[in-house]
């Protein structure tokens, strides 16, 4: 991964915070299932790491890292340690990690870099702003050819589909802007073929602050992940 070109994205178009592209479990990662939301909700603040993009750059790819420094930053500010959304990603990426014995490796990442409380504010930034906080994310999904893509809500749904069909990574029939979200779940496993010839699949799926603690109506996804790598 190019950490100069990383550098140069985080601190793009804002004075105050860093972009966040992805958190990987550490700096040597090979991540083969990508966990994809539309955006982050909150950001790292420059002030936060006394200006240090380098710093910033070692906590989103050491997962753990990350995560100690997200839980001591929300107590500081009177905050639960995770937000609903948080534990969800945690306990999915936990789970996929442990059952599959390592086999598989999870790479969390975003449509979109900048940071929004909600999507609805996100659809509000300039095009070409919104456009520029999805290059690394078209970047990441090259470079590494998951094998598997999890996608959650329907707004991330629509953003995803739309790109891989403009890249003709999957077929344009699969999409259909009248579907809702349990249309689009009853689709999985949908087939991508990306550009350097390898495979995968996409599988969509509720936003993960419904997940919990234990993730039991999640359990099919799990299931149908961990199969994708039983048959390989």
């Given at each position: 991964m190019n950490r100069i070109g990383l550098k140069e994205f985080v601190e793009r178009g804002t004075t105050n915070e860093y972009l966040r592209p992805f958190v990987s479990k550490c700096k040597t990662s090979n991540p083969n299932v990508f966990i994809v939301g539309?955006?982050?909700?909150?950001?790292?603040?420059k002030t936060d790491v006394d200006h240090d993009v380098d710093r910033y750059i070692d906590l989103i790819m050491d997962r753990e890292s990350f995560l100690t420094f997200i839980q001591q930053k929300n107590i500081e500010k009177g905050k639960r340690p995770f937000s609903k959304t948080r534990i969800g990603l945690n306990q999915l990426v936990n789970q996929?990690?442990?059952?599959?014995?390592?086999?598989?490796?999870?790479?969390?990442?975003?449509?979109?870099?900048?940071?929004?409380?909600?999507?609805?504010?996100?659809?509000?930034?300039?095009?070409?702003?919104?456009?520029?906080?999805?290059?690394?994310?078209?970047?990441?999904?090259?470079?590494?050819?998951?094998?598997?893509?999890?996608v959650h809500s329907l707004d991330a749904t629509r953003d995803l589909m739309k790109w891989l069909i403009?890249?003709?990574?999957?077929?344009?029939?699969?999409?259909?802007?009248?579907?809702?979200?349990?249309?689009?779940?009853?689709?999985?496993?949908?087939?991508?073929?990306?550009?350097?010839?390898?495979?995968?699949?996409?599988?969509?799926?509720?936003?993960?602050?419904?997940?919990?603690?234990?993730?039991?109506?999640?359990?099919?996804?799990?299931?149908d992940v961990l199969t994708q790598f039983n048959e390989r």
């Open positions: 539309i955006n982050p909700a909150s950001s790292i603040l996929l990690e442990t059952q599959s014995n390592e086999a598989i490796e999870v790479l969390e990442t975003n449509i979109n870099a900048y940071a929004t409380p909600t999507a609805k504010k996100l659809k509000a930034i300039h095009p070409s702003i919104k456009q520029s906080g999805q290059e690394w994310f078209h970047k990441l999904m090259r470079e590494h050819t998951p094998a598997v893509v999890i403009a890249n003709e990574m999957i077929k344009s029939s699969v999409y259909n802007r009248s579907y809702r979200l349990r249309d689009w779940i009853d689709l999985g496993p949908i087939p991508i073929n990306y550009p350097s010839g390898a495979t995968g699949v996409v599988f969509c799926t509720k936003h993960l602050k419904y997940y919990g603690w234990k993730g039991n109506a999640f359990q099919q996804l799990r299931e």
